[in-house]
C-alpha cells in the first residue's frame, strides 16, 4: 500500500486529498494516515495542508524497492527487488534466493553489511547508508567456464552507468575493481552455482563507495562524494547499473561477447602493463597482453609463455 501512495503521489506535483486518495487505493482515511505516518517515519517528506491533501516535498537517499522501481525502465532486472536494513551478506541471501528459484534479474540490495565479502576471502567494508550493496541473481544461457563475462558485463555496466549519472571516468583494474583517479571506488564477487556443463545460477554482487566522506574511507579507497565533493543519489545510480547491465547483459546473449571485451579492452587500466598475480597457490610476474573472450587475462611471462589466468589479485609493477 506504501508503494501505491508514493506513486499516486508522484504521479501528481500538487496536492491530493486524502478523499481521492482513499477513494482511488480503496482504503479507509484512518488506514491512509497511518501509512503516511509511517512513511514520514522511514524519511519521506510528505506535507499534509488540512483542506488541500498531500504532498511528497522529498524522497530518503534509501535503496527502497519503491525507490529503485520508480521510472527503471528494465526488463527483467531488478524486477524483484528484496530490501533489507541489515544483513551479514547480500551474497548469501541472494544464493538461497537463486536455489530456491527466484526470477532471472532479481536483486538484493541491503543498506549495512556486518560481514560483506570482499574477492579472496577479505571483508568488504559496508558502512550504514553510504555505499551501494548489491547482488544480482542472472540465470544466463552460458556455460560455466564463460561465466567470468558476466563479472566484465558488470564492470564495464558499472563504469558506463558513474559517468552517465556523475561524469566521472571510472576505470577497471583486472579483474573486477572499479578505480577512479587509481584509488578504489568499487569491487565485483561473482559466485557461480553450477553443475559440470550447465550454469544454474550466478550472482553477481557489487558494493560501491558513494556518500563515505573522505577520512571515514580505507587506505587506497575513494567514494563518489571524495571526487564529486558533493552527496550522490544511491538509488539513482543504482537504477543506471541495473539498465546498463541489463543492456549489455542481453547484447551478450544476443551478439556474443566482442562488444563487451572491446568495452572492457577501452575501460581497463590492466592491460599493457607489467603486473604480478597472486593467488592461493603462486605468484606470477609479467605483461598483462589481453583479455579472453572468457573474461580471462593472457599474461605473457619474461620468457615468453603466454598463460590464461582465471583470478588472483593484481599488483601494477609499473
Ligand atoms: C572485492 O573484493 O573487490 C569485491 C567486493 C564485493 C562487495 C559486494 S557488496 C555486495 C555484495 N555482498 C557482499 O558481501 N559482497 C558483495
Redesign the pocket.
Known sequence: MQDSILDFLRKKDEYVSGEEMSEHLNVSRQALWKHIQALKDSGYDIEGVPHLGYRLKGSPDRLFPAEISHHLHTKFIGKKIYYFDTL?????V?SELGVKGCPNGTLVV?EF?T??????G?E?F?PKHK?????LILRPELAPNSAPLLTLVCAVSICEAIKEATGLDARIKWP??ILIHNK?L????TELNAETDRTNFVVI???LNINNDKRSLLAGATSIKEQLRDEASRAGLLKKILLTTEENYLYLADHGPALILEKWRAGNITLGRRVRISSRHRILEGEAIDIDSDGTLLLRSDSGIVQKILSGDVVHCR
Do not use: E
Open positions: 551479514p551478506t547480500t551474497m548469501d541472494a541491503a553489511q560481514k560483506g565479502k570482499g574477492r579472496l577479505r568488504w559496508s555505499g551501494i550493496y548489491a547482488s573486477n575493481d578504489k568499487g569491487g565485483i564477487l554482487g557489487f558494493g
